[in-house]
């Protein structure tokens, strides 16, 4: 039974660190796209970053550029979001999602493509 379960969210203070995770049970991460999105209240679904795990393409909203990194760990079957230099406009729920390269879409994909969400994890970000 596939499931994705994110953790690592938090409050912290302008210019902070957390590194979140998505720890994925169920299925081979190869055969998905692993994406990354935050909702603030009030506000729409942002795609935050991606990562093809079969290759390891990345991709990153221009406003998280040079900030965040996504990365794997294909041992324990989790992905990781490490979110440094953070500023509140950063505060939401990130949610992690999986999409399956079986169905084929382009790249990079979009919320649509994604089959299995988390539950989400907040982040605040304030002083």
């Known amino acids: 039974q596939l499931q994705l379960v994110e953790s690592g969210g938090g409050s912290v203070q302008p210019g902070g660190s957390l590194r979140l995770s998505c720890a994925a049970s169920g299925f081979t991460l190869v055969d998905f796209d692993i994406g990354w999105f935050r909702q603030a209240p009030g506000k729409g679904r942002e795609g935050v970053s991606y990562?093809?795990?079969?290759?390891?393409?990345?991709e990153y909203a221009d406003s998280v550029k040079g900030r965040f990194t996504i990365s794997t760990d294909n041992a324990k079957n989790t992905v990781y979001l490490q979110l440094n230099n953070l500023k509140p406009e950063d505060s939401a729920d990130y949610y992690c999602?999986?999409?399956?390269?079986?169905?084929?879409?382009?790249?990079?994909?979009?919320?649509?493509?994604?089959?299995?969400w988390g539950q989400g994890t907040q982040v605040t970000v304030s002083s």
């Open positions: 999602a999986a999409a399956w390269l079986r169905y084929g879409y382009p790249w990079p994909p979009g919320p649509d493509n994604f089959d299995y």
């Open positions: 990562m093809r795990i079969k290759g390891g393409t990345t």
